[in-house]
């Protein structure tokens, strides 16, 4: 079982830059697992971001291609979303999914906000 954390939100200026992490609270290693973010806005619907699968595959949203960019650490059993030219967005919660085996695990989310 995976007890998901994501770090790295904040307050940054359209054209800025923020790095997220998601990681198991215990220290559990993500290689096995296909490993998403997702996002939400207030009164928007759960949106998928990114996504790594466990073989090294990756997928992006059509607004994350280009800008965003998922990856993993093994080492550090964290994986990442580097977020760069963040646009006027607004406030959205960033989550991260964990998946295996028919099995998924949901993050409590971090929040960013892009403005000026």
């Known amino acids: 079982q995976l007890h998901l954390v994501e770090s790295g939100g904040g307050l940054v200026q359209p054209g800025g830059s923020l790095r997220l992490s998601c990681a198991d609270s215990?220290?559990?290693?993500?290689?096995?697992?296909?490993v998403k973010w997702y996002r939400q806005s207030p009164g928007e619907q759960r949106e998928l971001v990114a996504g790594s699968g466990s073989g090294g595959s990756t997928d992006y949203a059509h607004f994350a291609r280009d800008r965003f960019t998922i990856s993993r650490d093994p080492a550090k059993k964290t994986v990442y979303l580097q977020m760069d030219n963040l646009k006027t967005e607004g406030k959205a919660n960033y989550y991260c999914?964990?998946?295996?085996?028919?099995?998924?695990?949901w993050g409590q989310g971090t929040q960013v906000t892009v403005s000026p």
């Open positions: 999914k964990g998946i295996l085996g028919g099995f998924t695990y």
């Open positions: 215990k220290a559990t290693s993500l290689s096995f697992y296909t």
